[in-house]
């Protein structure tokens, strides 16, 4: 059985810092890829960063470039993002994936909330 289930979600104030957790399980987590997507109130679903397999290679988009850090553990099957200097406009309900299409990998955690307000 496939699960992947995110943590760390929390209400935080503009400037503060989160960290969020993706444990998986039920399929090979070395052979994927894993991805946070953020769905902001009334805004599409959007990727905002990846790590490869090995980890050694990651992606951001602008909006979170120097503020969010993608890592993982591969002995403990986990992801995580590390989150610093929120802003509001970083609300929303975060989304861990496992994909490697090569391998019919293409899994979604149900997400973790997070609020940044004053």
């Known amino acids: 059985q496939v699960l992947i289930v995110e943590s760390g979600g929390g209400l935080v104030q503009p400037g503060e810092s989160l960290r969020l957790s993706c444990v998986a399980s039920g399929f090979t987590f070395t052979k994927s890829a894993m991805l946070w997507y953020l769905h902001s109130p009334g805004k599409e679903r959007k990727m905002v960063a990846s790590i490869n397999p090995s980890g050694d290679q990651t992606r951001y988009i602008d909006s979170v470039r120097g503020r969010f850090t993608i890592s993982r553990d591969n002995a403990a099957n986990t992801a995580y993002l590390e989150m610093n200097n929120m802003k509001p406009e970083d609300t929303g309900v975060y989304t861990c994936?496992?994909?490697?299409?090569?391998?019919?990998?293409?899994?979604w955690g149900k997400g973790t909330l997070v609020t940044v307000s004053s």
């Open positions: 994936r496992a994909l490697a299409l090569a391998d019919d990998i293409d899994y």
